[in-house]
């Protein structure tokens, strides 16, 4: 017997080299590529900063004035180090300057020149490694200071109101109330810009943009939070969309504590090409792993678009590919929060019973992964009393299987933008479930050979049949036909894919190279 649903281990082990038969494949390929955002991403770490008089990052202006010279397949970093030592500067942002207005041109180097080139690359590069280390290590300091919250799950509470300066002090209400982890919503169709917002923002829509400026403001406020509440509140953005290395590049150098970083999540539900999506989420896992942030994967939004029990299978397959896919870019399970949800319509027979089947399964296939738990959304209809009911049922079920990371659920959910007061009731709710019975996933144990035990073993044998399936077909194969949130998403098409570069034989990346040496 292998803990409390009694799965066979060697089926365990089975879904496991199944999931690295299918994603290998897309790792070598991530391997053999590279993109715009990641090319930003590297010269971010160098020193670029700033934005042109129409707010576009001097990031955006140089790599593509790199590209429109010689190309992405090199990497941008050699070229553009060959043309900071020609000129004699070490100013990368003035450099990017010159570039916007076409007095600089670019080539790659050889020789001498070459090997020039790449030892300044790599020491600026280096220097923003560094910089993350650091951030890192002050994390490490804060939570030895302040303190961890005393029980799990952690209270993650989201803020949204567009305006970085009404967020923040919502934030610190929140962290007041007991929330554990605060996540700042971003700017709807953020995810489809190709370049990284400057400075702090006072317009978004249905959240706030995701900025360099915006997250080293929010990290302050709950710094001071931090030291108010006595324990350290972690904060959560978004590395994800068209600009995701960006994102988590960002987020280590300004201290964030997790990311929302799903493998797939951009390619189904923003359509962005699956071939600039798994280079650019390999990338950014590397530096998650480096910044010790957390990371927050995306399956809870297939149960959004398919049927929460028809589907529950595409969920683990999803989850034990995220876990492939983050293990391979260097992060450990401490840092996998891989996402699951209670979205199985409460009108179904025994709903809760296959819920907890649901829950169960995904903390017994991941022990040491922080799994985030999110609440119902789908079926939320504007009864508020039957929502508070609901969320009280998530709650339950967070509690008797031993969740992680616990996203409160509002009784507005997917109706209206929840009101201050809706938080209030809505954290009063996981704070009576969680001190009432927060500790009865000890004694909660399946009967043998029933209704749980059962549903469970039977997801894990239909998540097995699809993993075979899709080692047969490839990965890419089986999202352009539509096996997960039923989008279907072909490698030759979507958003971004004229981002996308074949490597060159001479391809150069000095912050793949430090992240990767390390690892």
């Known amino acids: ?47 670029v900063t700033g934005a042109d008089p129409d707010g576009i990052p001097w990031v955006n202006r140089l790599v593509d004035a790199v590209a429109a010279d010689v190309g992405l397949g090199h990497g941008v970093a050699v070229p553009v180090f060959d043309a900071l030592v020609r000129e004699g500067s070490t100013d990368v942002t003035l450099l990017a300057q010159k570039a ?26 280096g220097a923003g490694i560094r910089r993350i280390d650091r951030r890192r290590a ?7 200071r302040h303190g961890d919250p005393a029980q799990r799950p952690w209270i993650y509470l989201i803020v949204a109101t567009g305006d970085i300066y009404e967020d923040i002090p919502q934030a610190q209400a929140a962290a007041r109330a007991g929330a554990d982890v605060i996540a700042v919503i971003r700017s709807t169709g953020q995810s489809l810009l190709d370049y990284v917002p400057e400075g702090a923002t006072r317009e978004g829509f249905a959240g706030t943009y995701a900025t360099q400026e915006n997250f080293r403001l929010m990290r302050a406020a709950l710094d001071e939070s931090s030291k108010e509440v006595g324990r350290y509140v972690r904060l959560t953005n978004y590395a994800s969309g068209l600009c995701m290395p960006e994102m988590a590049t960002l987020a280590g150098l300004e201290r964030l504590d997790m990311m929302l970083n799903d493998s797939m999540y951009g390619i ?11 280079v650019d989420q390999r990338f950014s896992r590397q ?34 590919l995220n876990e492939f896919f983050a293990h391979e870019a260097g992060l450990a399970d401490w840092q996998l929060g891989l996402g699951h949800a209670f979205e199985i319509n409460p009108e179904v027979p025994e709903s809760f019973r296959l819920e907890l089947a649901h829950a169960l399964l995904a903390r017994e296939l991941f022990p040491d992964a922080p799994l985030k738990w999110m609440p119902p959304t789908k079926h939320m209809t504007g009864d508020v009393f039957r929502g508070n009911l609901l969320d009280g049922f998530f709650n339950l079920a967070g509690a008797l299987t031993g969740q992680g990371i616990l996203l409160v659920g509002m009784m507005t959910e997917a109706v209206v933008t929840p009101w201050l007061s809706d938080r209030d009731i809505a954290l009063q709710n996981v704070r009576y479930v969680l001190g009432a019975a927060g500790g009865l996933h000890e004694d909660f144990v399946p009967a043998p050979g029933g209704f749980i035990r059962r549903r469970a073993n039977q ?18 194969t089986a999202i352009a036909e539509g096996t997960f949130g039923i989008m279907k998403r072909p490698a030759d098409r979507g958003k971004g894919l004229d981002g996308v570069a074949a490597h060159e034989a001479d391809y150069c990346n000095p912050a793949t190279d430090i992240l990767e040496a390390a690892a």
């Open 268 to 278: 189904l539900f923003r359509d962005i090409n699956p071939v600039r999506t798994f």
């Open 459 to 476: 997801v894990l044998g239909e998540a097995l049949d699809l993993l075979e399936r899709i080692g047969e077909q490839t990965l890419l």
């Open 1 to 47: 017997m292998t803990g409390k649903l009694d799965l066979d281990p060697v089926l365990v082990a089975r879904a496991r080299e199944l999931a690295r038969r299918a994603g290998q494949p897309v790792v070598d390929l991530a391997r053999s590529h590279t993109t715009v955002s990641v090319e930003r991403a590297v010269l971010r770490l160098a020193g």
């Open 287 to 320: 530096v998650h792993a480096r910044a010790g942030i957390i990371i927050n994967t995306g399956e809870d939004n297939y149960l959004t678009t398919a049927d929460a029990v028809d589907e529950a299978h595409t969920v683990t397959v999803s989850q034990l």
């Open 138 to 144: 002050e994390r490490d300091r804060l939570v030895k």
């Open 100 to 125: 916007a207005a076409g007095s600089v041109r670019f080539t790659q180097p050889t020789g001498r020149a070459a090997t020039a080139a790449r030892s300044a690359a790599r020491k600026a590069v």
